[in-house]
């Protein structure tokens, strides 16, 4: 039978993060995409890592994590993992990422290799140009209608912000990813709304990381993949 998962706190002095924990073994954390929740690693946690002591967390503005902000970017996501991992007591640990979850991680590797064993960045990107146009030009409109709608007085900041995540640089450069020394594996979808060439960049950038592309899937359901879950496996237990 699968796992109920229970939604727990960490109070953090500017935010409370809401996360779900799960199995015994090595620390694994998890960090979702723009716009979604822990909830999309809930199979994950209940099933295909049960053997893993893992954390689920819901980000800054995101799900049931609740903070006062006028910004959301993703250096300041990076700071508040670390601040629940100091929290939590978590000296080291894997983490898998996605999304805008994997763009964290990236900065995570930079920014706290103390605390990282392995780090598996799912369809990441750290430049906007990386985004495919036909999604860039989707997002910017989308933003545009909710700075409209924000206007005549409907309740849309929160979205403009998570938006805003998208259409800026995550906050690392080249040479950063250069630096790098926590081992890397990245992910990414035969059909990506990420740039292959620009998921590649980052891999030759970042040193000893390993890259597999997922067939058979998207950008939104790679993580749903067997063979996505498989290769997190693969690398982890290297």
């Known amino acids: 039978m699968t796992a109920i998962l229970s939604t ?38 209940t099933d295909s890592f049960t053997d893993y002591h893992t954390y689920a967390l819901d980000s800054r503005g995101h799900g049931q994590s609740r903070s006062v902000d006028s910004t959301y970017t993703i250096p300041q996501f990076s700071q508040d993992v670390i601040r629940f991992c100091a929290a939590r007591g978590i000296e080291r640990c894997h983490l898998v990422g996605y999304s805008d979850g994997g763009n964290i991680a990236l900065l995570l590797a930079k920014h706290a290799p103390q605390l990282f064993d392995r780090i598996v960045a799912i369809s990441p990107n750290y430049l906007v140009s990386g985004t495919d146009e036909k999604t860039l030009r989707l997002f910017t409109r989308l933003s545009k209608l909710w700075k409209f709608l924000r206007k005549l007085g409907f309740p849309t900041q929160k979205i403009i912000m998570r938006f805003d995540l998208m259409l800026n640089d995550i906050g690392i450069t080249a040479d950063e990813l250069r630096t790098i020394q926590t081992g890397m594996k990245i992910l990414y979808a035969e059909k990506e709304m990420i740039k292959p060439e620009h998921i590649h960049e980052i891999a030759d950038l970042v040193p000893n990381t390993e890259l597999e592309m997922i067939p058979g899937c998207t950008h939104m359901n790679i993580l749903q993949h067997p063979r996505t879950v498989a290769a997190i496996r693969e690398y982890l237990e290297k």
């Open 8 to 45: 727990q706190y960490q109070d953090l002095p500017d935010l409370r993060v809401a996360y779900c924990e799960h199995g015994s073994g090595p620390t694994l954390l998890f960090l979702h995409g723009n716009s979604e929740s822990k909830k999309i690693f809930a199979a994950y946690q």
